[in-house]
């Protein structure tokens, strides 16, 4: 059977990733980032309007197993006073090389839902703009519109629904001279959602939460979650 060219591109860079991730593990003791954000303090922040909903802890049935992904993991539901509710819901790993974390439809589906197909999504404030997903999951009544992105080493991901894909893989390349000095990129996740009100329309809530949360924090906070 012939191998095609961007098969064997393909298999070649796994290949070299592969070596050099041994290498890099033989030869050196990689240092996991020691400075955590402080996600808590970050999901605290919220435009006016909005108010912290008490009394509802974020349960995550992938609660046992989410520090083998993550380091640190915060979260928030907000309302305004027409009703409409969002979660914001962020997480963080020193080790963003070999622990990005996953796509954030697999928390829904493993909760029971039917998830449409994620889409990319370009969110844009003065400031500038975040490539994100979006996708809607359904169970029951009840559906929920959502949206995430991820951040590495301070730049934002493009095409993160597609990670195993030649592109991502050439991404990968780029930390490796960071990870032969023994250093490894940390990983950002943001993720917003929200349920749809009686009518059972699309909201567009998380979006409008995202902008106003975006403009209402410090030059700092928003570098650090939007990247560049």
Same mark, same amino acid.
């Not at 083998?68 to 539901?77: H, L, N």
């Given at each position: 059977?012939?191998?095609?060219?961007?098969?064997?591109?393909?298999?070649?860079?796994?290949?070299?990733?592969?070596?050099?991730?041994?290498?890099?593990?033989?030869?050196?003791?990689?240092?996991?980032?020691?400075?955590?954000?402080?996600?808590?303090?970050?999901?605290?922040?919220?435009?006016?309007? !909005?108010?912290?909903?008490?009394?509802?802890?974020?349960?995550?049935?992938?609660?046992?197993?989410?520090?083998?992904?993550?380091?640190?993991?915060?979260?928030?539901?907000?309302?305004?006073?027409?009703?409409?509710? /969002?979660?914001?819901?962020?997480?963080?790993?020193?080790?963003?090389?070999?622990?990005?974390?996953?796509?954030?439809?697999?928390?829904?589906?493993?909760?029971?839902?039917?998830?449409?197909?994620?889409?990319?999504?370009?969110?844009?404030?003065?400031?500038?703009?975040?490539?994100?997903?979006?996708?809607?999951?359904?169970?029951?009544?009840?559906?929920?519109?959502? /949206?995430?992105?991820? /951040?590495?080493?301070?730049?934002?991901?493009?095409?993160?629904?597609?990670?195993?894909?030649?592109?991502?893989?050439?991404?990968?390349?780029?930390?490796?001279?960071?990870?032969?000095?023994?250093?490894?990129?940390?990983?950002?996740? /943001?993720?917003?959602?929200?349920?749809?009100?009686?009518?059972?329309?699309?909201?567009?809530?998380?979006?409008?939460?995202?902008?106003? !949360?975006?403009?209402?924090?410090?030059?700092?906070?928003?570098?650090?979650?939007?990247?560049?």
């Amino acid at each position: 059977m012939r191998i095609s060219k961007h098969s064997a591109l393909s298999l070649t860079l796994g290949l070299l990733i592969l070596f050099s991730l041994l290498l890099v593990e033989s030869k050196i003791n990689l240092r996991v980032k020691d400075s955590k954000p402080d996600l808590e303090r970050l999901v605290s922040l919220h435009p006016p309007g !909005w108010k912290v909903v008490e009394g509802q802890q974020v349960k995550f049935l992938w609660e046992e197993s989410v520090l083998s992904e993550y380091d640190v993991v915060a979260s928030r539901r907000y309302q305004r006073a027409d009703g409409r509710q /969002v979660l914001v819901i962020m997480t963080w790993s020193g080790d963003g090389f070999r622990r990005q974390g996953h796509n954030q439809q697999v928390c829904y589906i493993a909760s029971g839902y039917e998830v449409a197909p994620p889409q990319p999504v370009s969110i844009s404030i003065s400031a500038g703009s975040i490539d994100a997903m979006a996708f809607s999951a359904s169970r029951a009544a009840m559906e929920e519109d959502v /949206v995430f992105w991820r /951040v590495t080493d301070g730049l934002r991901e493009r095409g993160i629904d597609s990670r195993r894909t030649l592109v991502h893989r050439l991404q990968r390349l780029l930390y490796l001279p960071d990870l032969f000095r023994g250093e490894l990129p940390d990983n950002l996740m /943001v993720r917003v959602s929200s349920v749809r009100l009686t009518n059972n329309q699309p909201t567009s809530a998380h979006i409008d939460y995202i902008r106003e !949360w975006l403009r209402a924090i410090s030059p700092d906070d928003r570098a650090l979650i939007m990247g560049r």
